[in-house]
């Protein structure tokens, strides 16, 4: 099991910033992938941002230049810094994770979510 705690979220301006965390905790060695997602009401759910296992990274269109995905200082988190928000960045973002948590058994693992709201 992989247990997977969001926090950061919050209400801002356009044009403002905010910065998310990821904590994970559990079966942490056995996680190949972890990143960001978002839902708005009514939308699906949307990657905003991925770490693979080699490190490379994958960002959703709408945020590329704006949001950086990176490891956290603290051990075992993922940030999400996002600048230049718009009113169409509101979501509940998520916290996701890919782990194997034994061999050929891959699950994917959902934190709480917290809510970003971007006001005009």
């Known amino acids: 099991q992989v247990q997977l705690v969001e926090s950061g979220g919050g209400l801002v301006q356009a044009g403002g910033s905010l910065r998310l965390s990821c904590a994970a905790s559990g079966s942490i060695s056995s996680i190949t992938t972890m990143g960001w997602y978002r839902q708005a009401p009514g939308k699906q759910r949307e990657l905003v941002a991925g770490?693979?296992?080699?490190?490379?990274?994958n960002y959703g269109d709408s945020v590329k230049g704006r949001f950086t995905i990176s490891r956290g200082n603290a051990k075992d988190t993922i940030d999400l810094q996002m600048n230049s928000l718009k009113p169409d960045d509101t979501a509940v973002y998520y916290c996701?994770?890919?782990?194997?948590?034994?061999?050929?058994?891959?699950?994917?693992?959902w934190g709480q979510g917290t809510q970003v709201t971007v006001s005009s």
């Open positions: 996701n994770a890919v782990a194997n948590t034994r061999p050929g058994l891959r699950l994917g693992y």
């Open positions: 770490i693979m296992s080699g490190g490379s990274i």
